[in-house]
């Protein structure tokens, strides 16, 4: 695997890249200590058989640079992170690309393939925030896991486990040494202090952007996987987006939640490369 780093007008992007063939982005998703090798590093000895895969972290995860409290006042997270990823695909000389993105990750996808539909050739959007309105109440059970995470007393491998147990159908999949690797991830210093900025910007602005707005604007074809018992992004939310994105399909998961590559890795696997190729 090649790891860059690439410098982009607002900080350092790091990523890693692996396999030969048309380009696949993979963006992660905003738990504590995720990153893009992390959160998908299973699903890559068959991906690269097909694809070059690209794995940015976006920013403040990860190996690239942390946002200040300045730079979410004036722009979300999301917006953020869209121009720091096309800055690092163009330096990479990568201009169309296959995009996937899951939770915070398919927030960033959506908006990428709004604004610049012209570079995006398929997407695959695993339970994206931003795209999806919940019939539920909001914060979702897994948003305030998340939450609590690094507040109350701060990071702690229970804490981990709980919210492992929140993104998955079957926490028994998942061993204390998954649990570990994650908790030991999520304890650098500044990912700490950036998720608190991260989470205060997240309430002043009342959530993720309103992606769903713009659905329309999406041209790529485009393949939503969702987990039926997603505690997180709630498939309930997925109506807007098969009646608003043009050119789309649904699988959906029984007894899976939030991490539909970890759960159903052979199918997620299936499913992606088959819609891709």
């Given amino acids: 695997m090649k790891q860059h780093v690439v410098t982009t007008t607002l900080g350092d992007i ?11 982005v993979m ?47 004036k722009r979300s997270i999301t917006e953020i ?28 996808a959506i908006a990428m393939a709004q604004q610049r539909p012209d570079r995006v050739a398929k997407l695959v959007l695993m339970a994206p925030g931003g795209g999806w309105l919940p019939f539920g109440p909001t914060p979702t059970e897994g948003q305030k896991e998340m939450f609590r995470y690094y507040n109350g ?16 159908f079957d926490h028994k999949q998942f061993g204390e040494d998954v649990v570990k690797a994650r908790y030991e991830a999520s304890l650098d210093d500044s990912h700490i202090a950036f998720y608190h900025r991260y989470n205060a910007a997240f309430a ?34 997925a109506q807007l987006m098969l009646k608003q994105i043009r050119d789309v399909q649904l699988h959906v998961f029984g007894r899976c939640g939030h991490w539909v590559q970890l759960e159903r890795q052979q199918e997620f696997e299936n499913l992606v490369t088959g819609f891709l190729t």
């Fill in 204 to 237: 002043k602005r009342g959530g993720m952007d309103p992606l769903w707005r713009d659905l329309h604007k999406i041209k790529a074809p485009t393949l939503l996987l969702w987990g039926r018992d997603d505690r997180t992004i709630t498939l309930d939310g």
């Fill in 27 to 73: 963006l992660h998703g905003g738990g504590p200590g995720a990153s893009g090798v992390s959160n998908y590093h299973q699903n890559l000895p068959e991906l690269s058989r097909h694809f070059r895969v690209v794995l940015p972290d976006q920013p403040g995860f990860g190996g690239s640079y942390r946002p200040t409290e300045e730079d979410l006042d």
């Fill in 14 to 24: 790091a990523v890693a890249e692996t396999g030969e063939g048309p380009v696949l």
């Fill in 81 to 108: 992170t869209v121009d720091a990823l096309f800055q690092a695909l163009d330096a990479l000389g990568i201009d169309t690309f296959h995009l996937l993105g899951n939770s915070l990750g398919g927030a960033a």
């Fill in 153 to 168: 007393g701060g990071p702690s491998e229970k804490k981990m486990a709980a919210f492992i147990r929140t993104m998955v």
